[in-house]
């Protein structure tokens, strides 16, 4: 967990950098198409306001895919680069605090899942799976002569 202890923001503010494991995450992804098993990296600014907690900074996590036209596996990267999060201490949105302590793992979850790629493509242009032409016989090495169409036959007929 991503969790913050409040009395360290009374003089000044801190910074938070590392690893947060995926699993601490419980991202739950449901899509076949997606995986993350890489930790989430993070470099975090945090500064107390009047009523409020201001996070800033910069998430970053790898994911596994696999191409939604090609099935094709590849990596792509959500790198939230001016994250920024206001969490109000105050008032009917205010944040819960446990102990002096604020968990950041929530709001880090949400915001990584919003940059999730809904159809993840290994390239803009794919192109898809390569399909064989239906008029190619299985060795093409083999006779190579185009069948003739089954309507030609009825052409020769004279009636």
Same mark, same amino acid.
């Given at each position: ?96 605090? !446990? ?23 290994? !390239? ?36």
């Amino acid at each position: 967990m991503l969790k913050l202890n409040l009395r360290h923001l009374e003089h000044d503010e801190i910074f938070l950098a590392g690893e947060l494991p995926v699993a601490e995450l419980e991202l739950e992804l449901h899509d076949e198409m997606l995986r993350a098993e890489l930790p989430l990296e993070y470099d975090l600014t945090v500064q107390r306001l009047d009523d409020a907690i201001l996070v800033t900074g910069s998430l970053r996590l790898v994911l596994q895919c696999e191409c939604v036209r090609c099935l094709k596996a590849f990596e792509t990267e959500v790198d939230l680069g001016d994250w920024t999060l206001h969490l109000p201490l105050e008032g009917e949105d205010a944040v819960s605090i !446990k102990n002096d302590s604020l968990d950041l793992t929530p709001f880090v979850r949400e915001d990584i899942l919003l940059e999730f790629p809904q159809h993840p493509l290994c !390239k803009p242009d794919c192109g898809g799976l390569k399909k064989k032409k239906a008029d190619q016989p299985a060795n093409s090495g083999e006779n190579n002569e185009p069948k003739p169409a089954a309507w030609a036959e009825l052409n020769k007929l004279k009636l």
